[in-house]
């Protein structure tokens, strides 16, 4: 069964240390989406991609944060300058084009700010 | 805006009990998904169940059940004689129609089923 691909499984990083986190959405997807899961907490919605823009973002998603698709397979979210309040899992998800049936998230990457 | 409310935090049960995790939700839409998912200890988000708006029909997928009522705009999932392995953080969810929407999910529920 086809799936969204995470990498890294975990990330170590200091205060103030940009980070890219990388998704492999699952291949005829066109619409992915970064989730955030602070540790103990729900999962919540930070942004919507779809044909190389952003559709939607929530106010989790300031200027510190971007996201990217660099090339056919990669999706990527980028924290300029970390915080540790940005500990978190990150959840990658993408979905089909058809009436937004589908929806796949990945593992996550679990990122820690020391 | 929509809102989906799981009222219970923590639930603990023992082996082979049948345990019911209970989520309501609020949406202005009239045509929606509801979702749905499991968070073992591992961390990632584990698909359980999508159901249409429009589709109440309750289903069942071996142990586990859904309860759809829109009327009380809940979606309940029962899990019939629990296991260990069982035990993970569920979550309920709410989704518009539409290829590209966000999900709004529930604070989720921790079940733990002691042997």
């Known amino acids: 069964e086809p799936e969204v691909t995470q990498t890294p499984s975990h990330q170590v990083t200091q205060m103030g240390q940009e980070v890219i986190l990388r998704c492999v959405p699952i291949s005829n997807h066109l619409y992915f989406y970064w989730y955030r899961q602070i540790l103990g907490q729900k999962v919540e919605f930070l942004v919507s991609?779809?044909?190389?823009?952003?559709?939607?973002k929530s106010e989790i998603f300031d200027d510190q944060f971007s996201v990217e698709r660099p090339d056919g397979s990669n999706f990527t979210l980028k924290i300029r300058s970390t915080k540790l309040e940005d500990s978190a899992m990150y959840f990658c998800a993408s979905s089909e084009s058809l009436g937004g049936y589908g929806y796949t998230f990945g593992s996550g990457t679990r990122l820690t700010v020391v | 805006a929509q809102k989906v409310t799981q009222a219970q935090t923590e639930i603990s049960v023992v082996e082979k009990e049948d345990v019911t995790l209970d989520c309501v939700y609020e949406?202005?839409?009239?045509?929606?998904?509801l979702f749905w998912y499991k968070q073992p200890p591992s961390g990632e988000l584990v698909f359980l169940i999508r159901?249409?708006?429009?589709?109440?029909q309750n289903e069942i997928s071996g142990r586990y059940s859904w309860n759809f009522q829109k009327s009380t705009s809940s979606f309940n999932f029962t899990i019939t004689a629990s296991q260990v392995v069982d035990s993970a953080v569920y979550f309920c969810a709410l989704r518009r129609t539409g290829a590209n929407s966000k999900l709004t999910f529930g604070k989720g529920i921790t079940l733990s089923v002691r042997p």
């Open positions: 949406t202005r839409d009239t045509t929606y998904y």
């Open positions: 159901r249409n708006s429009f589709d109440e």
């Open positions: 991609f779809y044909n190389n823009e952003i559709s939607e």
